[in-house]
């Protein structure tokens, strides 16, 4: 291990140490389900936390997502949504909070950097009974929770092994121990002999969780006014396609599945804001073909002037096996 990543563990071990032993962790009058990663984005957490909130709604239950809305500008506590729609632009909320108040119509979104403050500043407006959602929660000690939903990308489980920023990883594999469910995302992309053996390495450090694997399904075409088309249409088509998140190889390989022909690709930084400039570009690098990039890239170029013919992938997260059934069993009392 280098120096900064040697660094990097130390200072983890202590802030780790202080929330376990000092502090201690805050706890919500509330049920709190978390839901993170050990790696620097790419295992699918947003359509996971999305079809996780939308299960427990449809059990009948109450759910709010806490989230960090990481880059939004917003600092206090604050609700992106209430159920409507969001109440904040992407800039303000960040680019996967937007998003999910976006999508969550019905289920309150709350932003804050200190989730334990967001989530007394959210039961102040909601009822009793409600199930917080705790968004990249895996490493934010600070709230106290009744369950840690680890996943972990199967198409690229822990980079070269690493801490950041020598790798991906932002704990040591051994925090695996922490979780009370894994789920092995994207697990449909991978060899089966790949998924075995991120299976027998958690199995190592956490012998008793269950695991769970699940699939992130190209769903619809998503238009930037909300029109849908139907995944047929890019069936041997030539595409111009762009991405600003922390996998976009998986982005470009998921068009490739739907028959698309990606003529050109153009990454751009994770949780990249676009400007007017990049969008001129992308219309003449594109020409004349049709342009097809992520819903999380969509709502942070809305207001801008897009090209014509320009379309978002909208990813599901599906989830095999009772992982709902044995991750809502908290709210009674058997887990």
Same mark, same amino acid.
Request: aromatic fraction near 8%; include cysteine; glycine fraction near 12%.
């Given at each position: 291990?280098?120096?900064?990543?040697?660094?990097?563990?130390?200072?983890?071990?202590?802030?780790?140490?202080?929330?376990?032993?000092?502090?201690?962790?805050?706890?919500?009058?509330?049920?709190?389900?978390?839901?993170?990663?050990?790696?620097?984005?790419?295992?699918?957490?947003?359509?996971?936390?999305?079809?996780?909130?939308?299960?427990?709604?449809?059990?009948?239950?109450?759910?709010?997502?806490?989230?960090?809305?990481?880059?939004?500008?917003?600092?206090?506590?604050?609700?992106?949504?209430?159920?409507?729609?969001?109440?904040?632009?992407?800039?303000?909320?960040?680019?996967?909070?937007?998003?999910?108040?976006?999508?969550?119509?019905?289920?309150?979104?709350?932003?804050?950097?200190?989730?334990?403050?967001?989530?007394?500043?959210?039961?102040?407006?909601?009822?009793?009974?409600?199930?917080?959602?705790?968004?990249?929660?895996?490493?934010?000690?600070?709230?106290?929770?009744?369950?840690?939903?680890?996943?972990?990308?199967?198409?690229?489980?822990?980079?070269?092994?690493?801490?950041?920023?020598?790798?991906?990883?932002?704990?040591?594999?051994?925090?695996?121990?922490?979780?009370?469910?894994?789920?092995?995302?994207?697990?449909?992309?991978?060899?089966?002999?790949?998924?075995?053996?991120?299976?027998?390495?958690?199995?190592?450090?956490?012998?008793?969780?269950?695991?769970?694997?699940?699939?992130?399904?190209?769903?619809?075409?998503?238009?930037?006014?909300?029109?849908?088309?139907?995944?047929?249409?890019?069936?041997?088509?030539?595409?111009?396609?762009?991405?600003?998140?922390?996998?976009?190889?998986?982005?470009?390989?998921?068009?490739?599945?739907?028959? &698309?022909?990606?003529?050109? @690709?153009?990454?751009? !930084? $994770?949780? #990249?804001?676009?400007?007017?400039?990049? /969008? +001129?570009?992308?219309?003449?690098?594109?020409?004349?073909?049709?342009?097809?990039?992520?819903?999380?890239?969509?709502?942070?170029?809305?207001?801008?002037?897009?090209?014509?013919?320009?379309? &978002?992938?909208?990813?599901? @997260?599906?989830?095999? !096996? $009772?992982? #709902?059934?044995?991750?809502?069993?908290? /709210? +009674?009392?058997?887990?």
């Amino acid at each position: 291990m280098g120096l900064l990543s040697a660094l990097y563990g130390m200072g983890l071990s202590c802030r780790r140490l202080c929330y376990s032993c000092l502090k201690k962790p805050e706890r919500l009058p509330a049920k709190v389900i978390s839901v993170g990663n050990l790696t620097l984005g790419g295992t699918g957490k947003t359509p996971a936390v999305i079809a996780i909130a939308l299960e427990a709604e449809k059990r009948g239950l109450k759910p709010c997502v806490l989230t960090r809305g990481y880059r939004g500008r917003t600092r206090e506590p604050c609700f992106v949504g209430k159920g409507g729609g969001p109440l904040l632009n992407a800039r303000s909320a960040g680019d996967e909070a937007f998003l999910m108040a976006e999508t969550l119509r019905g289920i309150p979104v709350v932003k804050g950097r200190d989730r334990y403050k967001a989530g007394l500043f959210a039961l102040k407006d909601l009822r009793p009974g409600t199930l917080f959602i705790l968004d990249d929660g895996f490493q934010h000690w600070r709230l106290g929770r009744d369950s840690d939903v680890l996943l972990i990308d199967a198409t690229n489980p822990f980079g070269n092994g690493r801490l950041f920023p020598e790798g991906i990883l932002r704990e040591p594999l051994s925090s695996i121990k922490r979780a009370d469910f894994i789920v092995i995302t994207k697990a449909d992309m991978a060899a089966a002999e790949t998924v075995a053996g991120i299976r027998r390495k958690v199995r190592r450090y956490n012998p008793g969780a269950p695991v769970f694997e699940a699939s992130h399904k190209p769903a619809v075409l998503v238009s930037p006014s909300g029109e849908t088309a139907g995944l047929d249409t890019l069936r041997g088509r030539e595409i111009y396609a762009f991405a600003g998140i922390a996998n976009p190889s998986y982005f470009r390989s998921l068009l490739i599945s739907q028959g &698309a022909r990606v003529v050109k @690709f153009r990454k751009f !930084g $994770d949780h #990249y804001f676009y400007r007017q400039k990049d /969008m +001129d570009e992308i219309k003449n690098d594109a020409g004349g073909l049709g342009i097809i990039t992520t819903e999380k890239d969509l709502v942070k170029i809305r207001e801008l002037r897009i090209p014509d013919r320009m379309f &978002a992938l909208r990813i599901e @997260f599906s989830v095999a !096996g $009772d992982f #709902y059934s044995d991750l809502f069993s908290i /709210m +009674d009392g058997r887990h």
